[in-house]
């Protein structure tokens, strides 16, 4: 049996890929740094295990793999946003957005390749978000952030693709996650109506797409920035 980690997945677009990948067959693990009954939850559920693990904190990441042991497929979902203007945003606001958005995905990057490399085979799926390709007013560190994780994943496609390993980037539209729950009524209306699709996305939507990109049907794909968007972005 396949193993999966998918971090960030006690809810959201995180708890939607694990379900959908435990429904694919893998060993999934549900990785959580805060929302442990939900993360329990997820993994009864899925048939996995629960692991506790900030993954800002190198030492922590590195006891969470040595625990699951080598992985097949990363899906790296965990990340933090925060709304506000660029002059009220203070330096430590900037580095903790990047400590988990960014240093979150390299630390648990770093302890899964390894293994991904000496078997010759393995994928990578990082989210990124929609504000990671055109900016968003309001949010300079969390735009910053998910733009970094798509040069990231594209320069490691290129370096990773010899050995066998493919990375690929998700960069959502606008998602009915917890997220996003502080949009007041009207927001989600005018975001909704500026979707050419006319609706909001899921967490669901997203793992379809995940859950691709991990197998084998996705064998010739590496290196690339998808935006399950409902066509806000074209």
Avoid at 158 to 187: F, Q, W, Y
């Amino acid at each position: 049996m396949k193993t999966a980690l998918v971090t960030g997945a006690s809810r959201g677009i995180g708890r939607a890929c694990a379900e959908k990948l435990a429904k694919d067959g893998y060993r999934v693990i549900v990785n959580y740094v805060n929302s442990s009954d939900k993360a329990c939850a997820v993994a009864e559920a899925t048939g996995g295990i629960a692991v506790r693990a900030d993954v800002s904190d190198p030492s922590a990441v590195a006891e969470m793999f040595r625990g699951a042991g080598d992985i097949d497929a990363l899906v790296c979902c965990a990340g933090i946003s925060e709304e506000g203007l660029f002059t009220d945003l203070t330096p430590d606001d900037w580095r903790r957005m990047f400590a988990v958005n960014v240093d979150g995905v390299f630390n648990c990057c770093r302890e899964a390749v390894p293994g991904m490399v000496r078997k010759k085979r393995g994928s990578i799926v990082i989210i990124s978000s929609i504000w990671g390709i055109t900016g968003a007013s309001c949010e300079v560190a969390y735009s910053a952030s998910k733009a970094a994780l798509i040069g990231m994943a594209k320069a490691l496609a290129k370096e990773l693709g010899p050995s066998g390993v493919r990375v690929n980037c998700v960069a959502p539209g606008v998602i009915d996650t917890d997220m996003n729950a502080h949009h007041s009524a009207e927001t989600m209306a005018a975001l909704r109506d500026d979707t050419p699709l006319g609706v909001i996305g899921t967490p669901e939507d997203v793992a379809e797409l995940v859950s691709f990109l991990v197998s084998d049907r996705a064998s010739f794909i590496t290196g690339q920035v998808i935006s399950p968007n409902g066509g806000f972005l074209i």
